[in-house]
């Protein structure tokens, strides 16, 4: 339907239904019905609704109650077209330089723009046509009188917010098209910046709210009202009710945030996080942390009265070592609280569980862990592992071995009866009854049996992922297999005796674990050194090899079990032939190597001796004694007889027969 020339007009399509298009066609042959346009390109055929039979009319009539409506509207619905350049400039239109419009604003904008844009079209057309038939202009408040009025049938197909009102549509239209063109910020409300009726105007007003929104006590907007308007009325300012206050407080919820909630807060809420992937293969990364283990166990003690008292909410730590490769418990240590010697030692558990699986001790290409202790820790991190990486402070979403913790909790520790529950902050339906756990705590373990429950959840855990991770060991490349040495392991890991040794011709003599055992070395450097004490290092779980240091570190030798020989022959079994050849081995090289020294000092001193002629008194330069022992003698008797040196020595010295070689007898076995 449409209106052309003043007439309420409908096209072929309207009268579906109402009467056949040959009826029409015959009705309008026969002058029943009025054709006042015929059809050509682009455009139907339109037939007067005021000359159809009465029947034809009122069931259009009936069918079309809004006609007129309708009508009127659709010389403008026909002329909107939704603009491009506005939608584009309502999604990147920023309020405040930051925050954006919502699409359904977006689209609501564009409609008022398009409408606006169409009225202007059809104004402009309206006038031409009418100039061109020299007739006036159209006038303003006739157009806008039914503009205004098409404005809710517009609405169907383009949701807008444009007024109703007549004068109120043509004062939004001027402003939109001042300067000539049109201003796409005028449709925005001014209700997103909040502009209209601020009672917070000046800097110092607003940078007192937000002091306060961020104040550390994490005030409340109440509390916030009072203080900012006792501050207010001594200054001369508009005092304020809650609402600026919730409105600044969602508005600058970033920056407020650290001091209302702390930096855990922002960093793991607020701030940008690194999304990782975990490692493909083991031993290429690992994330150690502390853990307070849900579990409880009883621990009875005497008071400083002697009263005995028996507690029920005691728990554990334990210091897990994990791969996160898969998942991998790689190393744990349990204890009362967490420090550095329990992580030392769950770092120890690590390096010796890695000979377990391997055949020998590796270090990690990677180590995570948290600042705690780290000054004290780093030397010993270093050895484990090749780099170091410390998360960063605050940041508990970076380690892995975090969501490990609960992964236990949830799988292990829940399904005991001394379950303690979730953490503080989590959910009250998900803990624990306390009244039930009151009523049986008398059965909870003592610390013995906690420890043990512990235990079986690690090793558990190993059981179910060994396999898969002894696969995976295999795809390691050779040159990221860091192997650790064993007297590394020992420097860094190894127990003390508390006490200093000496070396002695037996070797030396250690009491380790309450038994003496007596170790050496077969580097010949070792008894050069045989003036120093030496502090010695050993694995409990392994007294084969010790290491032996120095005070100040710089000295450190290997040194091995000594093996007993048997005294009886017949006692003798198959290899202490080849560790006593390897004992007499060594003796031979360091008698030649004894020899060779002093040999070349000898010759050393023969030269000089050669190169300088007044030192050739061989009494005079050495205490050499006669075959009776006597030095003064041969010193006096030169003095006075004067006997050539030479002859003395062509006397007293005598060529000595080289020892025939003795055939291997039983006889050189001790």
């Known amino acids: 339907m449409e209106v052309y020339n003043n007439r309420l007009c409908a096209t072929y399509d309207d009268f579906a239904g109402i009467i056949s298009y040959d009826?029409?066609?015959?009705?309008?042959?026969?002058?029943?019905?009025?054709?006042?346009?015929?059809?050509?390109?682009?455009?139907?055929?339109?037939?007067?609704?005021?000359?159809?039979?009465?029947?034809?009319?009122?069931?259009?009539?009936?069918?079309?109650?809004?006609?007129?409506?309708?009508?009127?509207?659709?010389?403008?619905?026909?002329?909107?077209?939704?603009?491009?350049?506005?939608?584009?400039?309502?999604?990147?239109?920023?309020?405040?330089?930051?925050?954006?419009?919502?699409?359904?604003?977006?689209?609501?904008?564009?409609?008022?723009?398009?409408?606006?844009?169409?009225?202007?079209?059809?104004?402009?057309?309206?006038?031409?046509?009418?100039?061109?038939v020299s007739k006036p202009r159209v006038k303003k408040s006739e157009f806008w009188a039914k503009a205004a009025k098409a404005l809710p049938r517009i609405a169907d197909r383009f949701p807008h917010s444009l007024p109703e009102n007549p004068r109120r549509l043509?004062?939004?239209?001027?402003?939109?098209?001042?300067?000539?063109?049109?201003?796409?910020?005028?449709?925005?409300?001014?209700?997103?910046?909040?502009?209209?009726?601020?009672?917070?105007?000046?800097?110092?007003?607003k940078a007192t709210i937000l002091k306060l929104i961020s104040d550390p006590r994490n005030l409340n907007d109440k509390q916030v009202v009072m203080i900012y308007n006792a501050v207010a009325e001594q200054l001369g300012w508009k005092t304020i009710t809650e609402r600026p206050v919730q409105e600044m407080r969602k508005k600058y919820g970033l920056e407020t945030a650290a001091g209302r909630l702390g930096a855990s807060e922002f960093y793991n809420n607020r701030s940008m996080q690194v999304k990782r992937r975990r490692p493909a293969?083991?031993?290429?990364?690992?994330?150690?942390?502390?853990?307070?283990v849900e579990l409880y166990f009883q621990r009875t003690a005497t008071d400083k009265n002697g009263y005995t008292v028996t507690t029920y909410s005691n728990r554990l730590t334990v210091v897990v070592v994990l791969d996160p490769c898969t998942n991998y418990p790689i190393g744990y240590a349990i204890g009362e609280q967490e420090n550095s010697a329990l992580i030392k030692e769950a770092v120890r558990n690590a390096v010796n569980h890695t000979a377990e699986l391997f055949g020998q001790r590796y270090r990690a290409n990677q180590i995570q862990s948290d600042h705690y202790a780290m000054k004290a820790m780093f030397p010993i991190y270093a050895v484990a592992g090749d780099k170091v990486t410390p998360a960063r402070v605050k940041n508990a979403k970076s380690k892995p071995v975090e969501r490990y913790f609960r992964s236990l909790n949830?799988?292990?520790?829940?399904?005991?009866?001394?379950?303690?529950?979730?953490?503080?902050?989590?959910?009250k339906k998900k803990q624990p009854n306390a009244d039930a756990l009151n009523a049986y705590r008398k059965e909870f373990p003592d610390e013995a049996g906690c420890r043990m429950q512990i235990e079986n959840i690690i090793e558990a855990e190993r059981a179910a992922k060994r396999a898969d991770y002894l696969k995976l060991w295999a795809e390691v490349p050779e040159n990221r297999r860091l192997p650790l040495s064993t007297e590394q392991y020992l420097l860094n890991f190894g127990a003390e005796t508390g006490y200093k040794n000496a070396l002695e011709g037996s070797g030396l003599?250690?009491?380790?674990?309450?038994?003496?055992?007596?170790?050496?070395?077969?580097?010949?450097?070792?008894?050069?050194?045989?003036?120093?004490?030496?502090?010695?290092?050993?694995?409990?779980?392994?007294?084969?090899?010790?290491?032996?240091?120095?005070?100040?570190?710089?000295?450190?030798?290997?040194?091995?079990?000594?093996?007993?020989?048997?005294?009886?022959?017949?006692?003798?079994?198959?290899?202490?032939?080849?560790?006593?050849?390897?004992?007499?081995?060594?003796?031979?090289?360091?008698?030649?190597?004894?020899?060779?020294?002093?040999?070349?000092?000898?010759?050393?001193?023969e030269q000089l001796f050669a190169h300088n002629p007044q030192l050739d008194n061989p009494l005079?330069?050495?205490?050499?004694?006669?075959?009776?022992?006597?030095?003064?003698?041969q010193r006096n008797a030169r003095r006075l007889a004067a006997v050539n040196v030479k002859e003395i020595e062509v006397k007293t010295v005598e060529e000595i027969a080289p020892k025939p070689i003795k055939k291997e007898s039983i006889f050189n076995l001790y």
């Open 23 to 132: 009826a029409i066609q015959k009705s309008v042959q026969r002058g029943r019905i009025e054709q006042v346009r015929r059809a050509c390109n682009g455009t139907e055929a339109l037939f007067a609704v005021d000359s159809l039979p009465v029947k034809y009319k009122n069931e259009v009539y009936r069918r079309y109650p809004d006609l007129q409506a309708q009508a009127a509207s659709k010389e403008f619905i026909d002329e909107i077209v939704p603009d491009g350049v506005a939608m584009n400039f309502y999604a990147e239109y920023k309020i405040d330089g930051t925050r954006g419009l919502d699409f359904t604003k977006q689209q609501e904008y564009a409609y008022n723009a398009a409408i606006l844009e169409a009225f202007h079209s059809r104004l402009d057309r309206a006038n031409s046509q009418r100039m061109r």
């Open 620 to 633: 005079a330069r050495a205490v050499l004694c006669d075959s009776r022992g006597q030095h003064k003698d």
């Open 509 to 605: 003599n250690v009491k380790l674990l309450g038994a003496r055992r007596s170790y050496d070395c077969f580097d010949l450097r070792f008894r050069q050194y045989a003036h120093i004490r030496w502090n010695v290092k050993y694995d409990p779980d392994n007294l084969d090899q010790v290491l032996a240091v120095s005070d100040d570190g710089a000295l450190r030798f290997m040194l091995e079990s000594k093996y007993v020989q048997p005294m009886a022959l017949v006692e003798r079994t198959e290899g202490d032939a080849a560790e006593l050849a390897r004992v007499k081995q060594y003796n031979t090289h360091l008698e030649d190597y004894a020899k060779g020294f002093i040999a070349t000092a000898d010759k050393r001193v």
């Open 170 to 205: 043509q004062e939004k239209f001027n402003e939109f098209f001042r300067g000539g063109k049109a201003n796409y910020e005028v449709l925005i409300s001014g209700k997103f910046q909040n502009a209209n009726a601020a009672k917070v105007e000046s800097d110092d007003q």
């Open 410 to 427: 949830e799988g292990y520790c829940q399904l005991c009866r001394n379950w303690s529950g979730f953490g503080i902050t989590s959910d």
């Open 281 to 292: 293969l083991p031993l290429y990364m690992w994330s150690l942390d502390g853990w307070d």
